[in-house]
């Protein structure tokens, strides 16, 4: 069946660091795939998206490219800042189809 | 638009007791969804509708879970009678499935405490 697969967390990182979160997963066709983040009390919002191989999404300094040889979609920062402290989702779904499948969530620390 | 707006924010109750949690999706929005997050289980899809129509509820948990869509516009989850392994968040989403698959829009979410 369609799965997300994310790397556990906690990630500590300090501030001005690069972010990596590791996003795989295994799905039939060309589902759409999303970044969510959480941060604390809140709900989850969209981070970015991709629909289709070789895309990149971006937002608010966040890239995550869609390779469909992989199977991934690792999710990237240059240089993390202490707001960027939440959960973060990774997640599928495709156009034919209601549900969104998401991971697990990685939550991420930034020290000042 | 206001996004998708829950009641209440917070509510601590007794077991045993009734629990009402309530739900506006964003107007157009043709899909609602019902999460509940917990530390132990994470995220879990309990129940979602399309077009007021349950499709999914193989996610609630029990008997003492019922959701309603009376119309586009709310819908309730409610608890009956609550446990104290019922507390958790949860969260009211609602998408329009488009040619770039499901965005998803959550709520900010019910704190629901039973003691």
């Known amino acids: 069946g369609n799965s997300v697969t994310q790397m556990e967390g906690p990630v500590t990182l300090s501030e001005e660091a690069f972010l990596t979160i590791n996003c795989t997963y295994t799905?039939?066709?060309?589902?759409?795939l999303f970044w969510y983040v959480q941060y604390p009390g809140e709900g989850l919002q969209l981070l970015l998206k991709?629909?289709?191989?070789?895309d990149k999404g971006s937002n608010k300094g966040f890239e995550a490219t869609y390779r469909k040889e992989t199977t991934s979609f690792h999710l990237e920062k240059g240089s993390v800042q202490v707001s960027d402290s939440a959960v973060y989702f990774c997640a599928l779904s495709y156009s034919s189809a209601s549900k969104i499948i998401f991971g697990s969530g990685t939550r991420l620390s930034i020290r000042p | 638009d206001a996004g998708v707006i829950q009641s209440p924010r917070h509510e601590v109750t007794e077991m045993g007791q009734e629990v009402t949690l309530r739900c506006k999706p964003i107007s157009g929005h043709d899909y609602l969804f019902w999460y509940r997050q917990t530390m132990m289980r994470g995220l879990e899809l309990l129940i979602y509708?399309?077009?007021?129509?349950?499709?999914?509820d193989s996610g609630m948990p029990e008997d003492r879970f019922s959701a309603k869509m009376p119309n586009a516009s709310f819908s309730t989850l409610k608890i009956q009678p609550s446990e104290p392994r019922d507390s958790a968040v949860y969260f009211c989403?609602?998408?329009?499935?488009?040619?770039?698959?499901?965005?998803?829009?959550f709520g900010e979410g019910s704190w629901l405490t039973v003691v």
């Open positions: 989403a609602s998408s329009f499935l488009g040619r770039s698959g499901n965005t998803i829009y």
């Open positions: 991709a629909t289709k191989a070789d």
């Open positions: 799905a039939t066709g060309y589902p759409s």
């Open positions: 509708f399309n077009n007021n129509v349950p499709i999914d």
